[in-house]
T-cell receptor, first 114, second 110 residues
Framework: EPEVTQTPSHQVTQMGQEVILRCVPI?????FYWYRQILGQKVEFLVS????????KSEIFDDQFSVERPDGSNFTLKIRSTKLEDSAMYFC????????????FGPGTRLTVL | GQSLEQPSEVTAVEGAIVQINCTYQ??????LSWYQQHDGGAPTFLSY????GLEETGRFSSFLSRSDSYGYLLLQELQMKDSASYFC???????????FGTGTQLKVEL
């Protein structure tokens, strides 16, 4: 069964450093997403991406964040200068059918900022 | 703004039936989804209701009433492996953004 994959599973970084989180969505999906979950809290939407551009972003997704689809399979989230409060689980998701179609989540990357 | 309310915790015994409620206040509502999340794991899709009524998938059923802005997830024949957090989530905005509820931690006991 096709699945969303993410690397690395755990990333530890120093405050102020740049990190890139990587995702490979399900191959025939066209819509891609990043969500985050701070420990013990709910899952929060960050950004949606379609047709090589951001379609929607939340207030969390400020200028420190960017997304890219550098090739036909990868989808990345970059945080330019990490802050302590960026420590969270970051989930990538994808769907194929557009609006309201089921989103399938990857296993997540746990980001720890020291 | 968007808000989804769920009970924070529910406890039930193995073999029982449990219902997890979700009330929501959103704009641009497209449908209500349910996700299961085990500790440290990814949210796993369980069910989706776009229209009023009951959807059944094996031991899990989900219900939606759009006029009441209310839905629930029903889990039957509870098993120990069902111990997890359950989130309701709605599609809002342009229809692609999922807004999650606060989550309900289900504990299944012997």
């Amino acid at each position: 069964e096709p699945e969303v994959t993410q690397t690395p599973s755990h990333q530890v970084t120093q405050m102020g450093q740049e990190v890139i989180l990587r995702c490979v969505p399900i191959s025939n999906h066209l819509y891609f997403y990043w969500y985050r979950q701070i420990l013990g809290q709910k899952v929060e939407f960050l950004v949606s991406f379609y047709n090589n551009e951001i379609s929607e972003k939340s207030e969390i997704f400020d200028d420190q964040f960017s997304v890219e689809r550098p090739d036909g399979s990868n989808f990345t989230l970059k945080i330019r200068s990490t802050k302590l409060e960026d420590s969270a689980m970051y989930f990538c998701a994808s769907n194929g059918g557009g609006r309201s179609d089921t989103q399938y989540f990857g296993p997540g990357t746990r980001l720890t900022v020291l | 703004g968007q808000s989804l309310e769920q009970p924070s915790e529910v406890t039930a015994v193995e073999g029982a039936i449990v219902q997890i409620n979700c009330t929501y206040q959103t704009s641009g509502f497209y449908g209500l989804s349910w996700y299961q999340q085990h500790d440290g794991g990814a949210p796993t899709f369980l069910s989706y209701n776009a229209l009023d009524g009951l959807e059944e998938t094996g031991r899990f059923s989900s219900f939606l009433s759009r006029s009441d802005s209310y839905g629930y997830l029903l889990l039957q024949e509870l098993q120990m492996k069902d111990s997890a957090s359950y989130f309701c989530a709605v599609f809002t905005g342009g229809g692609n953004k999922l807004t999650f509820g606060t989550g309900t931690q289900l504990k299944v006991e012997l």
